[in-house]
């Protein structure tokens, strides 16, 4: 796939990517719902594993999309929002925590620190979108901070995200024989692709009104 130079490169394949996403959840419902008792029961436990899996691989495609758009800009961490120049050095004070460094070692990273307004964004580092394979409500908080997006919306879907998705689906990937009923079909399909769309349009409304730059 092509890099999103453009802020209509990187709405298309934003877009495309979820595209694809909602149609195999729509049309994982339209199979529950005309397949019997039995086909349904499988199905269902089914589209758990389906709409976590698309709900983790979308918000890391379109945040890495994201950060990718913003760095084929090359612009100065000054000319960013400050977040972006956060972003720079939180894998180093990572790797720092846990390690031995001396006191020279942490007064060089400060002093860069300091010092590194002027350089260029000019890299993603894969490190800062890290859904741990356990994208839950925390983690995405975490994301949602990296990226600039305002965490308050999704902080209302964590019972979602946490236990009706996340919970289930751990227990169906370890093997439990856990009950979806077919009344919970809705809830499921509906708010996987709502927070899709939520975290999509977020991303999008910083590209178009370049809110990624400093004030």
Known sequence: MSKPYTEANFSEQITEDRNWRIKEISDLKTAIRRGDEGVRRVLLRALVAICYAHWEGYVRFSAKKYLEHVALRKFQYGELNTQFFRNYFLPRLAALSTSKASIAERSALVDE???????????????????????????????????????????????????VLLKRRNAIAHGENTLVALADLDEITNESIGLMRAFGDALENHVVLQTYKAV
């Open 113 to 163: 620190i300091l010092n590194s307004a002027d350089q260029r964004f000019t890299r993603v580092n894969d490190d800062l979108i890290n859904t741990k394979a356990n994208l839950n409500s925390e983690v995405l908080t975490d994301i949602c901070l990296v990226c600039g997006v305002p965490p308050e919306p999704f902080a209302e879907k964590a019972t979602f995200i946490d236990v």
